[in-house]
Nanobody, 120 residues
């Protein structure tokens, strides 16, 4: 079992910043990719940013230049630095981690989500 837990959400004014953190724990052998997704009311969940174990990153066009994803492999943790926030960034942000357990079983784990609200 691999558990993923997010933290760092909250309420911020437009133009402000927030930093989200996500820690993975449990029977981890490897974490191949970690990513942040978000889901606003009435909308589908979408990829925000992802990062591989080697540091290759991928961003949604809507957040390029404003958000930065990074990871600390030693701590099994991924971060999302969000700057110049806009009201349309308001959503529940979910962390995802995928890899193999110590039993060499693949896993794809999601956190419970953290709310980000950007006021105008």
């Amino acid at each position: 079992q691999v558990q993923v837990v997010e933290s760092g959400g909250g309420l911020v004014q437009a133009g402000g910043s927030l930093r989200l953190s996500c820690a993975a724990s449990g029977s981890i052998f490897s974490i191949d990719a970690m990513g942040w997704y978000r889901q606003a009311p009435g909308k589908q969940r979408e990829l925000v940013a992802a990062i591989t174990s080697g540091g290759t990153t991928n961003y949604a066009d809507s957040v390029k230049g404003r958000f930065t994803i990074s990871r600390d492999n030693a701590k099994n943790t991924v971060y999302l630095q969000m700057n110049s926030l806009k009201p349309e960034d308001s959503a529940v942000y979910y962390c995802n981690a995928g890899g193999k357990t110590i039993f060499q079983l693949e896993y794809d784990s999601w956190g419970p989500g953290t709310q980000v609200t950007v006021s105008s």
